[in-house]
């Protein structure tokens, strides 16, 4: 779609009686396809040939009408008055009535379901619960199970998040719905947590997603996965998209062969920049920064399809659900359904600083949150000016007691503190890899676009500073002091930071054309950096290793991989080659020389 039909498509998108963003909705349908590909693409899909996704009702109502008794189930946050709505108005049209059976009829009434949450919610005003060891089934009576379909009716639906654990042995349709878009019901108050009675502030309703509601639902997909017939994408409030799941396991194993990207997703934030904004087309515009892009946290990103210009996603962990050991390799073992690596861009460019941070240790965030593995981070600098920096490291004069104290008596009384008396700062150049293993101090500075290469946990930031300034609601943001003075390494100072934080480029093969650059990660970090940097072409084996990769010198790229799949990539895209590939090559598609960061696990 060429970007002026695109741009009036999304200017109907917004919805926002039950969004709360400015960012566009994803369209139901593309028409165009770029002739050449030579840009950033917000939309990214793969390809499932003709007549595999479905439009509308009024299909998905005659699927059912064929099978009579079916069951909808699907994601916490789908409006399912309105798909009961719309699929109503088809039985209507042709005089079927309907049994309609609500799944949310036999949840807990809200105090019991509190009551069995509360203790995964942490403090009431704490930013973090931990994961919680409940399943999707303790929420709800014991009576889901005594329901039955009734003869006097042509059509019985049981359906609401949960439906299939109702038992009936029926035609299993689900409801998915990417998290950005939860979210964004989420702060407009349009949708509410499972079993809640009502609707919390913004931060308390994302804290219970993330840390009970989400984990119930992974672990309820993953085990109905085999028994579902039909999947549906639910994000638009006026319609949806279906296709049978046959044909989106074949689309996921052949992309677990061959190569993937995730649709990324874009957030604005108290210290956000420009350089998203102003590169980045198809966005809106009516923001006042974007800090974020969401590459790569699996997490909260979705794949899409695309079938007769047809979109459906569905969330990253499907596939990490059918085909982990096809995309994480020798690694599948250890890390099972969790994809470990996370790519992001954090905008500070005509921006402000980060907040100076720290990250949690492994055996804390284990014993506090229920993660298996911790934040361990890297900031690699895709762009800058010229006065860019990173905080990084303390001074080698640091006296714990005496911050802490500075801390504290900045959150108390708003008064601003020069932080270079205690945390290093180093100048920031295009290319360069700042190391930041769990317990490091750290911020990035103004006037870089950070990719950040990380371990895949993506919240749990412990703020000890924040240049004394307000969210963009006009609120302070959370300061964590305590937590980061539980997890600080204190001998992270000096010139050790030099020395350990700071990645030493080393060239480990080298002909006419060709480089391959190791950039060396911190011995705590389990994944490592290469660049390969090339005029022409380069081949490379997985070495049954999952590689996360993006263009971050040069136009474009083409990837070819050892099954024929092509794919051509932009500058700045990130995409990822699955174990399974087997080997691939890279072709410069652009002028001058390119360069790909290469992530992948030690």
Request: glycine fraction near 6%; hydrophobic fraction near 40%; include cysteine.
């Amino acid at each position: 779609m060429n970007s002026d039909s695109l741009e009036l498509l999304q200017q109907t998108s917004i919805y926002p009686e039950v969004r709360k963003t400015q960012q566009f909705l994803m369209p139901a349908y593309l028409s165009d396809k770029p002739s050449e590909k030579n840009q950033y693409e917000i939309y990214p899909v793969e390809h499932l040939g003709d007549g595999k996704i479905f439009s509308g009702f009024s299909a998905l109502a005659d699927y059912i009408i064929d099978h009579k008794i079916v069951v909808i189930d699907g994601f916490g946050g789908v409006f399912w008055d309105r798909i009961q709505l719309g699929l109503q108005q088809c039985f209507d049209e042709k005089q079927l009535s309907v049994n309609w059976i609500s799944a949310s009829d036999f949840l807990k009434n809200s105090k019991e379901v509190y009551k069995l949450v509360a203790p995964f919610l942490g403090e009431d005003n704490a930013v973090w619960g931990t994961k919680a060891k409940l399943e999707l089934v303790d929420l709800f009576e014991p009576a889901i199970t005594k329901q039955t379909p009734e003869n006097d009716f042509p059509i019985n639906i049981m359906i609401g998040t949960g439906a299939a654990l109702a038992g009936w042995d029926a035609p299993l349709i689900y409801v998915d719905l990417p998290k950005n878009e939860i979210q964004f019901r989420m702060r407009a108050g349009s949708i509410t947590n499972l079993g809640s009675g009502e609707i919390a502030e913004p931060f308390k309703m994302y804290k219970r997603f993330y840390f009970v509601d989400w984990v119930l639902l992974n672990q309820h997909k993953k085990a109905i996965l085999n028994r579902i017939e039909v999947v549906a994408d639910a994000q638009w409030p006026e319609t949806i998209n279906w296709m049978f799941t046959k044909d989106l396991k074949i689309g996921l194993d052949k992309i677990s062969r061959s190569v993937l990207r995730v649709r990324p997703w874009f957030e604005p934030g108290a210290w956000g920049g420009q350089w998203i904004k102003n590169h980045v087309s198809g966005l809106s515009k009516d923001v006042v920064n974007l800090a974020w892009s969401f590459e790569l946290i699996v997490p909260e990103n979705g794949l899409v399809f695309e079938s007769n210009g047809n979109l459906l996603e569905v969330s990253f962990d499907t596939i990490m659900f059918t085909n982990n050991e096809n995309v994480l390799g020798k690694h599948a073992a250890k890390f099972g359904d969790e994809f470990p690596i996370r790519f992001d861009f954090l905008d500070t460019y005509n921006g402000g600083n980060l907040s100076i941070q720290c990250h949690p240790k492994l055996e804390y965030i284990q014993e506090n949150f229920g993660e298996n593995i911790t934040q361990d981070e890297t900031y690699y600098i895709l762009d800058c000016n010229n006065d860019a920096s990173v905080y990084l490291g303390f001074q080698d004069t640091i006296d714990p007691a005496a911050f802490k104290s500075a801390l504290e008596h900045s959150q108390v009384t708003s008064e601003a503190i020069d932080i270079e008396e205690y945390v290093q700062v180093h100048k920031a150049n295009k290319h360069d890899l700042f190391l930041i293993p769990n317990g490091t101090v750290h911020s990035a500075g103004a006037g870089n676009l950070v990719l950040e290469i990380s371990a895949t946990p993506y919240i749990f930031t412990f703020k000890m500073y924040d240049w004394v300034r307000l969210d963009l609601d006009g609120k302070p943001r959370p300061i964590n002091i305590d937590h980061a003075f539980k997890n600080l390494d204190f001998s992270r100072k000096g010139n050790n930071v030099q020395e350990e934080l700071i990645s030493k480029p080393q060239i480990i093969e080298s002909e006419p054309g060709y480089q391959l650059i190791h950039l060396p990660t911190h011995k705590d970090h389990f994944y490592d950096v290469h660049r390969l940097e090339f005029d022409h072409s380069v081949n490379v084996k997985t070495d049954s290793t999952c590689h996360v990769m993006m263009l971050v010198e040069g136009q474009t790229v083409l990837l070819q991989t050892a099954d024929g799949t092509q794919r051509q990539f932009a500058y700045a895209e990130t995409f990822v080659v699955p174990a399974a590939a087997d080997s691939y090559t890279l072709t410069n598609t652009g002028g001058g020389r390119a360069k790909v960061v290469k992530a992948f696990l030690k």
